[in-house]
């Protein structure tokens, strides 16, 4: 079993993307990205990672940046959380990805750099790649959000998040599985529960109004059962990632232990001063990063750009 010692990561791992871009194979399951724009889109990508990498840093956080390869093209390899997770008892998981052209970014390289890095012991490795052979996909923490203290996995059913397969990780890790619909307004599902919600240690942000009337309450029940302030938002802010957060643990020579959440710009100007006013409450302190050209054009936001490492 799989033993997190708080509901936050005390490091996180991002890849530096070296050939970002639209990606075609994606856009029929991803209504958040957006196609064209300027030429110049993979350098102002790099620009915002880098800084977005040394923002967090500057709050503290134990940041692992690993590099791309040059080949093959990877457009989306700044979103490692889709295919790794790092658990606090050495379990290294490896997902099934929808798109075969996502597949190339699980690199070994990439895991050595996080064994290098930030000393992680790999004890075990769940390869759940497999699946891909049957059509069956589960992409990490995109598809799965974690409750660790509770030891709840939640997840939206959409074609990159199966059930069966979720099933299998909740069976491995040692988690309760809570699945549910989730649309958007025009009626697509959802293609990432992160997208959707976010649990931190005192907080739940959750698109409850997307969510389907059969699960609606059952998961909003689920989530206030922990105590957490279950934080609802609209269709319009989910579309400004207002649900793709990430609470981060964090050390000051001065604070001592810390906690940082983690949101885009984009999201912290969809969010209500009242609604802001409750998470931050939750947390030391909010990281708002500008990330509009990975948001655009990857249809992703700053969760998507971390994966969590739990070390022991």
């Known amino acids: 079993m799989t033993l997190a010692p708080s509901q936050v990561c005390s490091a996180i791992l991002m890849v530096r993307p070296k050939r970002f871009g639209f990606n075609g194979e994606t856009a029929s399951s991803n209504r958040f990205q957006q196609s064209g724009g300027a030429p110049d889109v993979a350098a102002r990508a790099l620009a915002e990672f880098d800084a977005f990498a040394a923002a967090l840093a500057g709050e503290g956080v134990s940041v692992c940046v690993a590099a791309d390869s040059e080949e093959p093209a990877k457009p989306d390899a700044v979103f490692p959380n889709n295919w790794v997770s790092f658990h606090a008892d050495g379990t290294v998981v490896l997902y099934p990805m929808q798109a075969a052209n996502r597949r190339a970014e699980r690199r070994a390289e990439v895991i050595d750099t996080v064994v290098r890095e930030l000393k992680f012991k790999v004890r075990r490795t769940l390869d759940l790649t497999p699946h891909e052979l ?26 990159r998040t199966d059930e069966t397969v979720a099933r299998d ?22 293609y990432h529960t992160n997208v959707a919600m976010s649990v931190g240690s005192r907080t739940a942000i959750v698109a409850l109004g997307n969510i389907a ?27 400004a990632f ?12 001065h604070l001592g232990d810390f906690s940082v959440l983690v949101m885009s710009r984009t999201a912290r100007r969809a969010l209500g001063p009242e609604t802001y006013a409750r998470l931050s409450a939750g947390v030391d302190t909010v990281l708002a990063a500008p990330v509009e050209v990975i948001e655009r054009h990857g249809g992703g936001s700053v969760r998507c750009m971390l994966a969590e490492v739990f070390l022991p």
């Open 169 to 190: 990780w909740a069976r491995e890790l040692g988690y309760e599985l809570e699945m549910f619909s989730a649309h958007d307004n025009a009626g697509a599902p959802i």
């Open 213 to 239: 009337p059969a699960d609606r309450e059952r998961i909003a029940g689920r989530l206030r059962a922990t105590g957490r302030d279950v934080i609802a938002i609209d269709d319009t802010q989910m579309c």
């Open 242 to 253: 207002a649900g793709n957060m990430l609470e981060v643990g964090s050390w000051g020579e």
């Open 134 to 159: 049957a059509g069956r996909f589960l992409e990490g923490t995109g598809s799965l959000v974690l409750d660790h203290l509770e030891r709840v996995a939640y997840a939206c059913r959409s074609p």
